[in-house]
């Protein structure tokens, strides 16, 4: 660095920089060597605005709050786009479907920790989700676990008691020769083994129910693994409590500080291009046993409204939750970075500022109830200090060891310049694509449940306690059988009968970004009222490559305009959400990937409706119209072959079928249901037969279809479609509700075997064990 | 047979040792510090204790251990003894 | 004693988080209950409370071994306490981690608060958390735990641990055990069979498909599965019209030796 | 400072293990057999090596192994280093 731009302060371990002589090449150097990831417009704007010298907590400062995790600087940036631009992806997309929607049952919205929405008895639901991507891939256990414990925190951070979690993985694919691995880069199977259990260790041993997730396998996914963890809480309405006053102390309770995760935000942005092993500081041991004693001390606390707000720490650790706290209470603060338990002795001030040391919360506390929360973290066996003061200066300032280490203006600090990302069109275009007609269906049925993306989840889902707190009502995995379940219902009152229906959809092989998105909010509403939800609340979560490639972005545009589109076609809003950016390695962009989690209510969980088949002689039903789309199918992608019609969403016609169904759940009228996706009708038919041991014969000349091949009918994934087991003296009253609405009567519960007809009269039968033997492999 | 020792890598915190430490003193002990590492005892069917050596360091590398966190110490055993 | 005069204690330290859904189950039976940090039960001791529950969870975060630590906390803290309790014909209960504790600090099989065990739950043959509902069938009814069941019904409960393999230090242990009808629980076929160590149904390979033992006395017991967790008809992964599950009968068979207490 | 390693009676089945060594076959390494076993190295205060032999004994005893399926194996280190 040149001469005359940095020198140390008076004795402390720290060091001040002068911009004011800083040329542009120096403003670049210093943001890379201080790891701040911010661009020379960036530092040029902080250059601007300061006529004195900035010290490295302060640039630190900038370098975390002005980072994509915690300013979202992409989805609030403008957008070049052909002919236009778009003046901010949250705000013109995503935020806006829900602002038009103006739902009053959305309580809290893109503004605290997580998603708050109206439940029953004067409680909220709380939703969030996150990924922990890079983490994963550098140290799979911790970072997945990691990653569970962080969500979990956004949920404390808005009050909530956590009910539930939610986990969506996506790795490379697991018979990857290791030859092809570029040095560093971990084996997609043991990320995978290490994920999964760091996902379970750190639910089960939170004692909170892992219900519901998806796990996809693809080598769009060797370089960047993708790994998304939710949580759901509960709260009552009137203890959600965000009113940080003047004058309130600042408490830091739970795990201590130390260097590790130190940078684990610019981390999270850089480009993943470095060998994995030397990225060491971010690797994070996991915790669940501290965060489990915050858990009961937040909640007591809560319950005793002790505090005045609160919030986790989770990128920008300190820095962000402090600066943050104070900026949304239009207040400032005064932290003493003295307090702060550390994990090692000799951390530099900006390390303690900016590290992201798992299992810790902020609060803000009047300080008549300073000593009673003192007490409850006590109690807990739980380290806290008071970290500062809230005060009406509108700054962000910092203490050391007597010094003042960091002045600065929050206002400044929370309005960053605005990126402008340009983007190209992006679209898929059909080609027509040749499949060869099969010539045993039953063969290519087999093949797809053996496929590792449609197989029996149940080896993963037993290490998950989805049964711990024994509010979990419809299990992801249905009886013995283990049948999959489309969404999992908690019931998480006791003088209630009403459950939170939670579900997901996701479709990252479907090529065009916007019907790929709509088809994954059209599923997560589908299997969301398969089991009886309705009233579904939404939460995206993007998982996308360099936003400063042109065709990162234009897909992204593509999509964020679906979710518009498609949230108020189907009259359910965003609540919640997050993007994770920059996911790249050697071996290119991560596959985009849209995570759409739906978390709707039934009324009454008695009424939910699960997959398994429940009586022989019931009559069986396909609802909606099945079409040519075939595009990145299960089907076309077991065989290698691309084109074909992506599937699209007519969603004044899914909402027909969807109202239709939920009156025929209301009614009684359902015995079973399942809905149609990955592996088409097909798979969705030998699900439900595997779930419970009970044969079925299906007719494909009765299935509502504009396909005139036996396997692509069977095999296509035209979104809309359900498969329903209709209670057989109930028969009259469902055709009546749904007439008018697309089904067709095509087939009946019963029999020894799985048993298809085709469109030419020919039967085709397989064994239910058969079936189930290719399912669970083995 | 190989014995390979996985532990945490030096400056990161032992959850584990931690709470052993706390609960060996709560019993009286006087304990100051405790680091829990695990231990791989594998049979293998090798030649010679160098081919042992590049196996172990090869298990560490793909399954056994993360150099992002851990360390390991392999030891090639010789001579009688078994895993059990 | 009158129920209304009863009351349970359900015990926690860090890492124990099976103790809320307990509580419902117990108070919906009509149980004044309360959960209490070790601490705080080392302060004002066991002496109010007639049912002692060792709740599942993590206690310690299963460091060292499942309940080991929590296990020899009770022997550093309140052996004599809870000698008391047992003496007095007063109930202890452990379900999952709770059981795991027991063992470890030796309260069960013998329920003397032996300082090594004479028994282990280890962990489980799949080496996974396993994570099912099972058929356990009951071996012997009319004990305090199993008051109103009869020998050979089978429940429908859930399991969720990944250390919970019993083995008996001997094969005399055992012997003793069965010949004593301290083998309250075993897991069973859904046609009523013992297991028989057959995977799943048998979900961490148990001798004897041990899933809940007791003291001589009967007045201590603990047990894998959660009956906590099939307390009422709707947590049942069939759904039921009934308004309560298997669970319950365990739990009505405590409130009956309360009130007769 | 005392090593203690923990590990399964002889004779007795090892699912970790096991599912080591089916992980580390299906990686084509030729292995036969795997045990895991666990180490403390505790950090104690004590004078000389059989005092601190002894404390770790009852350690096990009290704390570190179950009888019932394990055994131990103590070792006094001596010299410098330590639990880190
Ligand atoms: N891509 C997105 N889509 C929808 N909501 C978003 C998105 N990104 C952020 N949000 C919302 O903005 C709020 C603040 O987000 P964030 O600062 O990332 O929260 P946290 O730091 O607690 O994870 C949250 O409610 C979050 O759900
Ligand atoms: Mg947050």
């Known amino acids: 660095m040149r001469e005359g731009l940095i020198r140390a302060l008076r004795g402390l371990p720290v060091v001040e920089f002068d911009l004011s002589k800083a040329e542009d090449g120096d403003l670049l150097e210093i943001s890379r060597t201080m790891g701040l990831a911010l661009s020379l417009g960036e530092m040029r704007a902080i250059k601007g605005h300061f006529s004195r010298p900035l010290t490295d907590v302060e640039l630190q400062t900038f370098g975390q709050t002005w980072s994509e995790h915690c300013i979202h600087k992409t989805f609030k940036g403008i957008i070049e786009v052909e002919g236009g631009r778009v003046n901010g992806l949250l705000k013109e997309y995503i935020m806006k479907a829900t602002r038009e929607l103006n739902k009053p049952w959305c309580y809290s919205v893109f503004e605290d920790n997580a998603g708050l929405i109206e439940f029953d008895r004067g409680y909220l639901v709380a939703a969030k989700v996150e990924t922990h991507n890079h983490p994963s891939a550098v140290e799979p256990f911790g970072g997945a676990a990691t990653g569970v414990g962080g969500v979990i925190r956004d949920i404390l951070g808005v009050w909530g008691e956590p009910i539930a979690n939610t986990d969506v993985l996506c790795f490379g694919p697991l018979d990857l020769p290791y030859e092809s691995l570029p040095p560093g880069m971990k084996h997609p199977k043991y990320i995978y083994k290490g994920v ?8 089960n041993n939170m004692g909170i129910p892992t219900v519901s997730g998806a796990i996809f396998f693809d080598s769009g996914y060797v370089g960047n693994p993708v790994v998304y963890c939710g949580c759901v809480g509960i709260l009552p309405k009137e203890l959600y409590i965000k009113n940080t006053k003047e004058g309130d102390y600042a408490v830091l309770a739970g795990g201590r500080t130390g260097r590790d995760g130190i940078h684990g935000v610019t981390f999270a942005s850089a480009d993943l291009l470095e060998d994995t ?24 606390i809560r319950d005793r409204r002790l505090a005045s707000g609160i919030t986790d720490l989770g990128g920008g650790g300190i820095s962000c939750a402090t600066g943050e706290m104070a900026h949304r209470s239009g207040l400032g603060i005064e932290v003493n970075l003295d307090v702060v338990h550390l994990k090692e002795p000799d951390l530099a001030p900006w390390e303690i500022w900016v590290s992201e040391s798992q299992e810790r919360m902020l609060l803000s506390v009047p300080g008549s109830n300073l000593s009673d929360v003192l007490e409850i973290f006590e109690n807990e066996d739980l380290e806290a200090c008071v970290l500062g003061r809230f005060d009406e200066s509108g700054k962000l300032r910092v203490r050391y060891r007597d010094f003042t280490v960091c002045d600065l203006d929050l206002e ?29 269906i039953t063969e290519e049925l087999l093949r797809l449940l053996s496929d590792p993306n449609i197989r029996s989840r149940e080896e993963v889902v037993r290490t998950y306690d989805h049964e711990v707190r024994g509010c979990t009502a419809i299990k992801p995995l249905q009886g013995d059988l283990a049948g999959p379940n489309d969404a999992a219902v908690i019931k998480p009152l006791k003088d209630s009968w009403m459950g939170v229906v939670i579900s997901c959809g996701i479709n990252p092989f479907y090529p065009d970004p916007y019907w790929m998105a709509a088809a994954s909010i059209e599923e997560a509403i589908r299997n969301n009222a398969s089991v009886g939800g309705r009233r579904v609340a939404l939460l995206d979560n993007f998982v996308w490559g360099n936003p400063e490639r042109e065709d990162r972005m234009g897909s992204l545009v593509r999509a964020a305009e679906a979710c518009y589109e498609f949230s108020k076609a189907f009259d359910a809003p965003f609540i919640s959400g997050k993007d994770s950016l920059y996911n790249e390695s050697p071996l290119g962009p991560v596959r985009p990937t849209l995570l759409i989690t739906g978390i709707g209510i039934l009324p009454d969980i008695r009424k939910a409706v699960t997959v398994h088949l429940k009586k022989e002689g019931d009559p069986l039903y396909v609802l909606g119209i099945t079409k040519d789309e075939l595009a990145g199918s299960a089907y076309l992608r077991s065989k290698g072959i691309n084109g074909g019609e992506c599937p699209k969403v007519d969603a004044k016609t899914s909402k027909e079928i969807i109202r239709a169904l939920t009156k025929a759940i209301d009614s009684g009228l359902v015995a079973a249901c399942h809905d149609v996706s990955e592996g088409g009708i097909g798979v969705a038919a030998a699900e439900m037969a595997m779930a419970s041991g009970l044969g079925l014969s299906l007719d494909l000349r009765d299935v509502p279809s504009e396909v005139k091949r036996s396997d692509l009918v069977l095999f296509s ?23 008018g609405v697309i089904h067709g009567r095509a087939g009946v519960v019963g029999g020894r075997t799985f048993k298809i007809v085709g469109l030419d009269g020919k039967t085709w039968e397989a064994s239910i064990s058969e079936l189930r033997r290719a399912w669970r492999g083995g | 047979m190989v014995r390979v020792e996985v532990k945490l890598k030096k400056g990161h915190f032992d959850p584990e040792g931690d709470v052993t ?25 090798v030649g010679d204790e160098k081919e042992a050596m590049s196996l172990a360091r090869e298990m560490c590398r793909k399954l056994l251990a993360n150099p992002t966190k851990d360390d390991f110490i392999i030891e090639v055993l010789t001579g009688e003894g078994g895993a059990d | 004693m009158d129920l209304e005069r009863a009351k349970a204690c359900i015990a926690r330290v860090g890492g124990t988080n099976c103790d809320l859904e307990l509580k419902v ?13 070790m601490k705080e039960i080392v302060k004002k001791g066991l002496a109010e409370y007639q049912l002692l529950v060792f709740p599942g969870g993590f206690s310690y975060g299963d460091y060292v071994r499942a309940g080991a630590i929590w296990g020899k906390e009770v022997h550093s803290k309140i052996k004599s306490e809870l000698q008391t309790f047992i003496e007095e014909n007063k109930l202890v209960l452990g379900i999952c981690n709770g059981f795991q504790v027991m063992i470890e600090a030796g309260i069960l099989p013998d329920g003397e608060i032996a300082e090594v065990p004479k028994a282990a739950l280890a962990n489980n043959a799949s080496s996974k958390y396993e994570c099912r509902w099972v058929y356990v069938r009951v071996e012997r009814g009319g004990t305090p735990f199993t008051e109103g069941l009869t020998n050979g019904e089978i429940l429908r409960i859930p399991v969720g641990h990944g250390e919970g393999r019993f083995l008996p230090e001997s094969e005399e242990v055992l012997r003793e055990l069965i010949k004593d009808g301290c083998v309250l629980f075993r897991y069973a076929l859904p046609s009523g069979d013992a297991a028989d160590g057959e995977y799943p149904y048998n979900p961490n390979g148990s001798v004897y498909d041990i899933a809940g033992i007791c003291n001589k006395r009967g007045n201590i017991m603990g047990m894998m599965p959660h009956p906590e967790r099939a307390f009422f008809g709707w947590q049942l992964p069939e759904g039921s019209d009934s308004l309560y599950g298997d669970g319950k009968k365990i739990f009505q068979g405590i409130i009956k030796y309360l009130e007769d207490y």
Do not use: M, W
């Open chain 3, 25 to 37: 189950a117990l108070e919906d039976l009509g149980l004044r209950t309360e959960i209490l940090h």
């Open chain 1, 277 to 300: 092993d030397t990225l060491r500081p971010a690797v994070q041991i996991p915790n669940p046993l501290i965060e489990e004693r915050l858990r009961r001390a937040i909640i007591s």
């Open chain 2, 21 to 45: 430490a706390r609960s060996l003193k709560d019993l009286g002990f006087p304990v100051n510090n405790v680091r829990v590492s695990k231990v791989y005892t594998v049979d293998v069917s």
């Open chain 1, 196 to 203: 999964v259990a760091g996902i379970g260790s750190y639910g």
């Open chain 1, 717 to 739: 994934e035209s979104t809309s479609r359900f498969l329903v087991e209709v209670k057989k003296d109930r028969l009259r009253e469902f055709e009546e509700v749904f007439q």
């Open chain 1, 412 to 440: 400044f600090l929370y309005h960053p310049p605005r990126v402008t990302r340009r983007s190209c069109k992006v679209e898929y275009l059909p080609v027509p694509c040749n499949v060869p007609e099969p010539k045993d």
